[in-house]
């Protein structure tokens, strides 16, 4: 569900919707009215049946999906402002699938960054120990330490923050 409610006008009062929040549609037929006519016992124009609320068909996930901290019906958590709520159950089955994918993918591509980082960080003592010589200062190449510690340090982050999320619902 992606309707664009700001910009749209009201089916019933023809007003034009503004901004976002002025406004709300029919969960059946996609219809955008503005948040005055949209009341509970009205009649949708469109499809001629009681005006289906969206927020009715909204399902809040149990966890917040970034931090983990426990979701109460809220729209966005309170410590990281992720999303926590859904216009509807079948799209935050969605969200789940793609988040568990996530999850299940990250302690090898953590493990992959990591090990890269550590191989970027090892090549200048192997290329010493080596002795192979390649044209510019061994300083500079002792500089590649400086790249892979971050890339070590995102791959351990990439599993750690996986294995956290693991229990999202
Ligand atoms: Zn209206
Ligand atoms: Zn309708
Ligand atoms: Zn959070």
Redesign the pocket.
């Known amino acids: 569900m992606n309707i664009q409610i700001a910009g749209s006008d009201c089916i019933m009062c023809a007003e034009r919707i503004m901004i976002e929040k002025e406004g709300t549609y029919c969960y059946r037929c996609d219809t955008p009215l503005c948040r005055e006519c949209a009341q509970p016992d009205c009649i949708c124009p469109v499809c001629r049946k009681a005006w289906d609320d969206p927020a009715s068909h909204y399902y809040f996930s149990e966890f917040?999906p970034?931090?983990?901290?426990k979701n109460h019906n809220h729209e966005y958590?309170g410590?990281?402002?992720?999303p926590t709520r859904w216009p509807d159950k079948s799209s935050y089955d969605q969200f789940f699938v793609a988040h568990h994918a996530w999850v299940r993918r990250s302690p090898l591509v953590g493990s992959l960054m990591a090990a890269g980082g550590l191989l970027v960080i090892a090549s200048p003592f192997l290329i010493a120990a080596l002795g192979i010589s390649i044209g510019i200062g061994i300083f500079f190449l002792y500089g590649l330490i400086f790249v892979g510690i971050p890339i070590v340090a995102n791959g351990l982050a990439r599993i750690i923050k996986g294995n956290r999320r693991s229990g999202f619902r």
Do not use: A, E, L
């Open positions: 917040c970034g931090c983990m901290q958590c410590h990281c402002d992720s």
